[in-house]
């Protein structure tokens, strides 16, 4: 058994600390929060998230390892969480693209990207058009879009509920939280000094100057409508917005989110709200007698290229970078990063 040291214990700290103590390693985490709950940004940007895991509508921006890597965490998240003693809301009954007619254009466009780059690959799963019928019988409070397709097989989380969940679970497997700690020099086998048999930086923005890594400001609302009925996530193809509406238990629904390229962490701007909650409605009406619960702001780590790294070496693994995918990636990424590493993972 190894003694593991890991810096940060935000979404992937989590999940490594409860994996690698499940497998009996002694392991110990640092973080700049003050506690396992605290949530206000700037602490990790993983109790932010969305919770989409969308392999397939992803690829408009990411290349086609992530969505092979995103079809291997969803498997591995349905695996790893009922293992969880606390219950995480998730559902994989696919997502539904949606567009306006005057917005077909983009949206064939956008289909086209998708079609491309899964193109000749049998094991990458193809949105399938869907009639208004289909439609309004996956989703009847779902009025006004004339374009919609089904993304089979997609799924969503509530991250909120993994967050404390993954910490629960390592702290029960014996894993050490150092809280108020932030790690400021990371090396093989050393988090500021203090020797270990192998270490992690999962620190996201935490990682600089030792990585390029930048801020990508993303806003979200949470809205509760009563009596709501939507059973999978949204997504609409507006030319000007790219706005998801996802539905968690209790009639809320998160709407987001903006990808802004600044570092700013200040609340939601005016243009944002308006454009995100406009665009909701219009494919959601029953949205308009509901509450805005929270509004939450918070920053995607990403490298230069927006793709996820994986850097392992004798007693240092590195991952970073996991931008907008970040709970779509983790699982397969953890799961890669101990394989190289040679640490043996719980079963
Ligand atoms: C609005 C929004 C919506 C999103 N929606 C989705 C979605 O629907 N689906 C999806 O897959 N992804 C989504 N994401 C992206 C996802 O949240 C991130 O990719 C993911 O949380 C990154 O995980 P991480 O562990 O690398 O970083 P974090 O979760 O941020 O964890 C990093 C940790 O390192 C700690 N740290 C920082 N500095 C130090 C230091 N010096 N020493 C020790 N620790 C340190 C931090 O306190 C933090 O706890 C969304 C992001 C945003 C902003």
Redo the contacts with the bound molecule.
């Keep these: 058994m190894s003694r593991v040291g890991i810096?940060?214990?935000?979404?992937?700290?989590r999940l490594l600390a409860w994996r690698l103590a499940a497998a009996g390693h002694e392991v110990q985490v640092?973080?700049?929060?003050a506690g396992p709950d605290d949530r206000t940004p700037p602490?990790?940007?993983?109790w932010?998230?969305?919770?989409?895991?969308s392999p397939i509508a992803e690829l408009e921006t990411a290349d086609l390892r992530t969505a092979q890597r995103g079809w291997r965490s969803l498997d591995l998240w349905a695996r790893w969480l009922p293992q969880l003693s606390r219950q995480v809301h998730f559902r994989r009954e696919g997502s539904l693209l949606l567009a306006h007619r005057g917005d077909a254009g983009s949206a064939q466009r956008l289909l086209a990207v998708l079609l491309a780059k899964a193109a000749g690959r049998a094991d990458q799963p193809q949105p399938r058009p869907l009639s208004a019928a289909e439609l309004a019988a996956l989703e009847p409070a779902v009025h006004g879009p004339a374009l919609a397709w089904l993304l089979p097989g997609e799924g969503q989380l509530h991250c909120v509920q993994a967050m404390q969940a993954l910490a629960h679970e390592a702290t029960g497997q014996g894993v050490r939280w150092h809280w108020r700690m932030?790690?400021?020099q990371v090396d093989a086998g050393r988090l500021d000094g203090q020797a270990y048999d192998h270490v992690f930086d999962?620190?996201?923005?935490?990682a600089r100057p030792q990585l390029p890594v930048r801020g990508v400001r993303?806003?979200?609302l949470w809205v509760q409508a009563r009596g709501l009925v939507l059973h999978r996530p949204l997504r609409l193809l507006h030319p000007r917005w790219r706005v998801y509406l996802v539905p968690r238990p209790d009639d809320i629904v998160l709407v987001?989110?903006t990808e802004v390229e600044s570092e700013d962490r200040s609340p939601i701007s005016v243009r944002s709200l308006l454009g995100l909650l406009s665009a909701a409605h219009s494919v959601l009406p029953e949205l308009a007698e509901g509450r805005v619960l929270h509004m939450e702001t918070?920053?995607?780590?990403a490298l230069p290229d927006n793709l996820p790294q994986l850097q392992v070496a004798a007693g240092l693994t590195r991952i970073?970078g996991?931008?907008?995918?970040?709970?779509?990636l983790?699982p397969a990424l953890v799961e890669e990063a101990l394989a190289a590493s040679g640490l043996r993972e719980a079963a």
Aim: aromatic letters at 6%; zero cysteines; charged letters at 10%.
């Design positions: 810096a940060g214990a935000g979404l992937l700290g640092f973080d700049p929060a602490q990790a940007v993983g932010t998230a969305a919770g989409m895991l932030p790690v400021q999962v620190r996201g923005l935490g993303g806003e979200l987001g989110a918070n920053l995607r780590p970073n996991l931008f907008r995918h970040g709970w779509l983790a």
